[in-house]
């Protein structure tokens, strides 16, 4: 089935992947909502660390901080007023406190070391940057098993990528990237291990779910422009 630029931008805007000023609204209304709905949680779940006794109530507790941090900083840089800067840098540094108190706490009880902690910090950067690696690969690969197995020439590329909705392609570069990170996350274990980190298994989840945040979130960003790319597969009539 051959489908229409114009259709299908149409069925993409109807679903919402290509916003209009009022989808932008309605995003920035959800999302400050959200962050209400997560500053109230960490608050709830602080006090409940603190009531019993556990240290994890300080970073649960700097989330609140730091979340004005991060609008103060943002109206700065939209109005250019010092008070918002004053406050934003205030409140970053109470969240930097509070986050720092923890993390030196937790290294004078021998429960981690914070060099080790920034290790996995940069070795979780690199293997992220590994993941966009691993997809073109995964990507390109598709390309030549597909070119290999169906004997493709240039009219029947054309064919296939017309015959497959804009929003097909868009969940199945999603599913390659996922791929690539679930990969990567799996090759990771045995590399914590060589290098000596407690609990490889639990570091590699950590690590997936940072890099399907990271990916996939950058992917959300990035839609609109990729989508509009991918329409130009589509005939314009």
Request: aromatic share 8%; charged share 20%; hydrophobic share 55%.
């Amino acid at each position: 089935m051959s489908r229409t630029r114009r259709s299908e931008q149409r069925t993409l805007q109807d679903l919402g992947l290509i916003r209009d000023e009022r989808d932008r609204e309605v995003e920035r209304a959800a999302r400050s909502r959200a962050c209400s709905v997560l500053v109230t949680v960490s608050l709830l779940m602080a006090a409940a660390c603190l009531l019993q006794g556990d240290s994890a109530w300080a970073p649960l507790l700097a989330l609140t901080p730091l979340s004005w941090a991060v609008q103060n900083f943002s109206r700065f840089a939209a109005d250019g007023k010092r008070l918002y800067l004053i406050l934003a840098l205030l409140s970053g540094a109470a969240a930097l406190a509070l986050a720092g108190w923890y993390l030196i706490q937790g290294q004078e009880d021998g429960l981690f070391s914070i060099g080790r902690l920034i290790g996995f910090a940069v070795l979780s950067c690199l293997l992220v940057s590994l993941a966009g690696l691993v997809f073109l690969a995964l990507f390109l690969a598709f390309l030549f098993v597909k070119g290999r197995w169906s004997r493709m020439n240039e009219e029947k590329w054309e064919r296939y990528f017309q015959s497959i909705s804009t929003l097909g392609l868009l969940v199945r570069l999603g599913g390659m990237l996922s791929l690539a990170m679930v990969l990567v996350s799996i090759l990771s274990v045995p590399l914590f291990q060589l290098l000596g980190f407690p609990a490889p298994e639990r570091l590699a989840l950590v690590l997936l779910a940072a890099g399907l945040t990271y990916t996939l979130g950058k992917l959300n960003r990035d839609r609109e422009k990729l989508l509009r790319k991918l329409l130009k597969l589509k005939p314009a009539a």
